[in-house]
């Protein structure tokens, strides 16, 4: 093997040429590989109107289903519809509130028993992005209503990214955000 110097040259002119060769064939060939990759892959699907319509109503069926569940306080069931995806975010406010669908279980297990919690959507948007994958943004205004009638509530803009799993839509991201004061 050529004696390598400090600097990482070699001191062997010609063993460094070598090297030097070798690591230019394998740039080559990383190249090709990706050129090779991007020119073999399908291009994304469009979607046809009657697919991206249903895509659209089978979403606000989703929150519908969502809105129901939270108005029930079916807090099990509303927290399968948050996806077990490693990579599942949902921020709220600026900052990163919930990085799984468990920190969304325990969130809801917290809440007191007699709770409901009523959310009315507006301007709903849904956004068919392509096969099984939905974005939607809205308005909403929440309300908390416990046991005793005492509530309090909040609004503001959500946006949820819905993939649809085996066992139907679920929110792999979201975001809600309330309007915050702002000054002169």
Known sequence: MPLRL??????DAE???LYEERQMQARQAAILIVLGSVACAQPRAELSAEHAAAIADSARVFLA????LSENAQWDSLAALYSERAD???VESGEVRYASAAAIRTALSAVPVGTRIKTAYTDVVVQPLGPGVAGVAAQFATQFVDSAGVSFGFSGAITMTLQHERAGWRIVAG??????????
């Open 6 to 11: 400090n600097s990482g040259r070699y001191a």
């Open 15 to 17: 063993a460094s040429n």
């Open 65 to 68: 289903d969502f809105t129901r």
């Open 88 to 90: 599942f975010r949902f």
């Open 175 to 184: 975001h809600s955000s309330a309007p915050v004061p702002r000054g002169p």
